[in-house]
């Protein structure tokens, strides 16, 4: 278990950090936790893939690099209304494997798309009618016939669209997730929730619609959805307004109506303008064993048992600190950041973003905390991370940073962590940061 | 603690306001600031509109935020139609600290001015209370705040005011919208950054002193770029209709 060590989050810098030119905007690692993939917000998607372990250096596991790079999406404009479409990635899911190659989905604000991603490492040789660099032989210089073989060549990657799931979407596209069935997939958007087949492009149910009659009167949309991993007939979706609603879809075709809703009373203490500002949940992830869900909200991190809809049974603060500061959070529109968050391989610890490359973990066994830094400038590289801590109020100790001297702009909304290992993912705007806990 | 190059505004530094502050003195009441509240997220809705379709979620909370601010200016009192235009002061005057909305409101309880009482008795010298204006009679507090009256004008002035935007950014053509947006980091909504290079900046106000406000103000020059909670409506109509 990663935190039975008797030091909080033993974590440390692998000697390379990943640049990238373009500002990361999602992260996934696939089933086995061999790939890593990162979207961006050029509409590229970058594949990394695990060394296989080297038997002689066995004090780290195997390092991330580079597998394959491709563009995913380009950049539209949309001619009636007058807008762009952006390319960014706005997310990617793998699909379990199943052959030899690698299939993922990623999208932007409307269209999905189904890649698959094959290895080639031999190809054919001696044919009879070309030459090896594809001219052709005149036929009249053949005087023997010989049967092509393969010959190992330079592993090359390639990526390939199959699908191209579009023309579904009128508003941005936040999640999609695939169904336990692996033959369907949903994709939401700020008003509805589709159900795709993969197979089928030119046609999707829509299975949620929350858009009002009279758009004027529209005060909530939705933020995130997600299929429950182990029912292929439910899923969640949550809200601008903090509650997340969980649906099954053998009770009617349109699942306007929930099986059932979370949703936490509000503090009447805490009250404010951006009350409800703070509470739009910003993602939701069902944990492995499909008992529990997490949401993130602005400040904090909620733990839900399915069996309890009045109140989440753990709640974790991000950076409360922050409470006090939400105006100026409004002000410079940091208040609308989505951080999402993610659940380790047993389901024993949750990990989310914050600023100034902070990135924050809860073991919900010990429920310890830790805040670690993702940056080359404050991290050896091969030495433990140094927890970090933030002073709220009055005299700041030594090695604490005071609140008013986080940078807002160094935020960490995506991390990801190996379904089996302790490795995590952290992006901050630009750079992609893989930490592995120390071996042995 | 600002995006770029943003100064912070003194009041975060309570202990620090001593001798900077020198021409501002009074704590700004709730109500002033729960003002320059509304009108920071006016602007916002506007605003958005100019990159790529607007953040639809973004937009709502933004607007729900604002039929909060209204529906308690309409419950105390001071939800006013002013008569005359301002004279085309900035809201950059009345963005004060606005920390002290952050805090409950329960504390707030003893704070709230008596309705009618007004409040120009916070303000620093020479500024004008500019309350929301509103072309139309006082609304019934019961009527949804996004009842429309007349599109078609009220897009006009949206319209017009769109145009003097764009009109400062001194491109050539603000019908070529993709030129138009070509060199404009659309990647994340970053408000000073779109403020700086669109907005000149309002003509400083009394409280100058407080260095480093945020520029959060609309074209100083047009009384039709200001915030108009009667614009409010075909602003959110035309927000959500995209």
């Known amino acids: ?440 | 603690m600002f995006a770029r190059g943003l100064k912070r505004k003194c009041a975060d530094h309570e202990e620090d306001m001593g001798g900077a502050l020198a021409g501002f003195r009074a704590v700004p009441s709730y109500s002033l600031q729960r003002q320059s509240l509304l009108d920071m997220s006016l602007v916002k809705l506007q605003l958005c509109h100019m990159l790529v379709e607007p953040n639809l979620c973004r937009s709502v909370l933004i607007a729900n935020t604002v039929r909060q601010i209204q529906e308690e200016m309409t419950q105390d009192g001071t939800w006013r139609v002013a008569a005359p235009q301002s004279t085309g002061r900035a809201p950059l005057d009345r963005l004060v600290s606005t920390e002290i909305l952050c805090r409950s409101m329960r504390e707030q309880d003893g704070v709230h001015p008596a309705p009618g009482m007004g409040d120009d008795h916070v303000l620093g010298p020479g500024s004008e209370l500019s309350t929301v204006t509103s072309a139309q009679t006082p609304r019934d507090p019961q009527n949804s705040v996004w009842e429309m009256d007349s599109p078609r004008e009220n897009r006009g002035n949206f319209q017009k005011s769109l145009d003097q935007i764009f009109e400062t950014l001194e491109t050539r053509n603000p019908s070529s919208a993709e030129e138009l947006f070509s060199d404009m980091d659309s990647s994340y909504y970053d408000l000073d950054t779109v403020l700086t290079g669109v907005v000149s900046r309002a003509e400083p106000g009394p409280c100058d002193g407080l260095q480093g406000l945020p520029p959060v103000a609309t074209p100083a020059s047009s009384s039709s770029c200001k915030s108009d909670l009667g614009e409010l409506d075909h602003v959110m109509e035309i927000l959500v209709e995209t």
């Open chain 1, 1 to 440: 278990n990663f935190f039975s060590t008797p030091k909080l989050g033993m974590l440390y810098a692998p000697p390379c950090c990943i640049l990238t030119t373009d500002i990361i905007s999602t992260v996934e690692f696939n089933h086995s936790g061999e790939l890593l993939a990162t979207g961006d917000k050029g509409g590229r998607v970058v594949i990394f893939q695990q060394e296989q372990e080297n038997k002689i250096q066995s004090h780290s596991r195997g390092e991330y690099n580079v597998y394959s790079t491709f563009q995913s999406h380009e950049p539209e404009f949309d001619y009636l209304k007058s807008l762009e479409i952006e390319e960014k990635i706005n997310k990617i899911r793998w699909l379990p494997q199943k052959n030899a190659a690698q299939f993922l989905l990623s999208t932007n604000d409307k269209t999905i798309k189904l890649w698959k991603i094959s290895e080639r490492d031999k190809r054919p040789e001696g044919y009879n009618l070309k030459e090896e660099d594809g001219r052709y032989r005149d036929p009249t210089t053949v005087t023997t016939l010989r049967v092509p073989v393969f010959r190992p060549m330079d592993l090359m990657v390639e990526a390939s669209p199959r699908r191209i799931f579009a023309n579904a979407h009128t508003y941005h596209i936040n999640s999609i997730s695939i169904n336990s069935d692996y033959e369907t997939y949903l994709s939401a958007d700020d008003l509805r929730i589709n159900l795709w087949h993969l197979e089928i492009t030119d046609r999707s149910f829509n299975i949620v619609d929350i858009k009002p009659a009279n758009m004027e009167e529209l005060t909530e949309v939705i933020t995130a959805a997600e299929f429950h991993p182990n029912s292929c007939n439910t899923f969640v979706y949550s809200s601008s307004k903090g509650t997340i609603r969980l649906c099954d879809m053998r009770a009617s075709a349109l699942c306007d109506r929930h099986s059932k809703l979370f949703e936490e009373p509000e503090d009447p203490s805490n009250r404010s303008f951006f009350s409800e500002i703070i509470s739009s949940i910003s993602d939701v992830k069902f944990s492995h064993s499909g008992r529990y869900m997490m949401t993130r909200d602005y400040l904090s991190v909620k733990i839900w048992d399915l069996n309890m809809e009045n109140r989440p049974v753990e709640t974790y603060q991000v950076h409360e600190y922050l409470r006090s500061k939400l105006c100026s959070l409004y002000e410079n529109d940091c208040i609308f950041d989505k951080f999402e968050c993610c659940w380790n391989g047993s389901d024993s610890v949750v990990m989310t973003g914050s600023y100034n490359n902070f990135f924050r973990m809860f073991d919900r066994n010990t429920k310890r905390d830790i805040t670690l830094e993702a940056s080359r400038e404050n991290n050896k590289p091969r030495t433990v991370l140094k927890p970090r801590k933030v002073c709220a109020s009055g005299k700041r100790k030594k090695d604490e940073i005071s609140v008013d001297s986080l940078d807002f702009n160094k935020k960490i909304l995506h991390t990801a962590w190996h379904p089996k290992e302790n490795i995590i993912a952290v992006a901050t705007t630009n750079n992609l940061y893989i930490f592995q806990d120390k071996v042995n």
